[in-house]
């Protein structure tokens, strides 16, 4: 049975203390996609009231972990091996939104690109694309 | 004058919460270099005793923001335009500590390179580079 | 009005020597799509019957190219800035497919992303985000 | 024994046309970097007097190959996962010279760090990061 949303959640929560710090949440998941939040917080903002780079950075990270588990099921030790992000405009002072998609999905590595946006808005704040080191199933 | 590395970290310990999160250091700073740490904490290891991508991440893009001040002077609304990171290996339960080098300082982009270690190991844990937008001077 | 598929294809072709040695090819184009190929050649083949990585960073840089020229006009010193490929699989033995999508045109820099695939198959040989410097307009 | 400078080119050009395309030259090599270049000649040359972007990465992905081919010996399979490519500044009209550096031999992958300059230079063209996929050995 796959993972919810919720479970998704709790495990990356638990498992990388910084999702705690940025209250990060997952909207929903599928095998292909998930869509998870930063809620806006003034503890979060820089100077010029702009979401720093590590919480953008730290979101999509999570995201693309999120599909990953919602696609693979339980996978705790899987590890980021590349991550490259574009910060292309200002986040608003909103929630920020991520949507990362499976790009593909193999035995070793899988490929996600992950869109940053302000909640309510369909510019692109950010663009990621990552992979992520899947250990060997031990079943 | 040029800043020193304790004004340097004042200055991204107050702009970038972040930074504050992961209790980052700058341990030194030249017009080319910074060194910066991340104080090993286990509050910001993951299961499997590794320090988490994001952590890695915030810690090279304070130590570039580190750099840039040293070697411009204080510009507080450079922001980061492109980092990309290769995950190399595991680090070890020790400080992580990152050494930038200013590669190019532009007019209007600043590029770095950063090389992430555990304390006391040569082998690379992670190297990351990344481009900063420079605001135009308004002196 | 907007420049054609065919008058883009000559522009870059007669602009990058290296679009003319792999026979670069513009099949469709729009403001914020562009797709092109690399028709199959043995030429191009390296041992082991795949397609080298250059043809394909070639072939990508020429498509995001492309979507610039569709939306923006003829804009010849425009430069490519920022470039990440992931491979992901070997591409087939036929013409490579490249999809190059706008993320954001913005008055200095042109965000994109590329989908490499072989022609006839969905799954995706490699991902290119890049970023392109655009001079300030002269008119 | 390891492989010489000339042995290393010469395996490159039989097997990635497009260095035979760019005369991928190898200088030197030792286990750890690898010297490497591109003679400049007006063939390569865009509009306003640019070696193109692709060349650059042709030149780049070679390099990184010449310095994994010094240091683990003749491994013809090993195909790059990953290259990130910052352009820095409009290269010399004089020949383009790559400094590869090998950041991490590992089993799976090797990490590459490439500094792009025009001869005679010292600042910095392009700064690329690679990884390359190293196949398990057969012996």
Redesign the interface.
Known sequence: MPLTAKEIQAIIR??????E?IDFRVDEVSAERAVARVPFSS??????G?L????M??LA??AMYAVILAARGRV??A????????????PQPVDLVAEAIL??L?K?LA?C?VRLTSEGSP??VA?V?G?YSIPPQTE
Chains 1, 2, 3, 4 share one sequence.
């Open positions: 638990e498992g990388v203390p910084m999702a710090d503890r979060l903002v820089r100077p010029g702009t720093s780079g590590p919480t950075m730290a990270d999570a705790e030790m590890v980021t091996s590349n991550l490259n992000i574009n910060f292309i405009q200002k790009l593909k193999g070793r490929f690109e510019d692109l663009h694309t992979s």
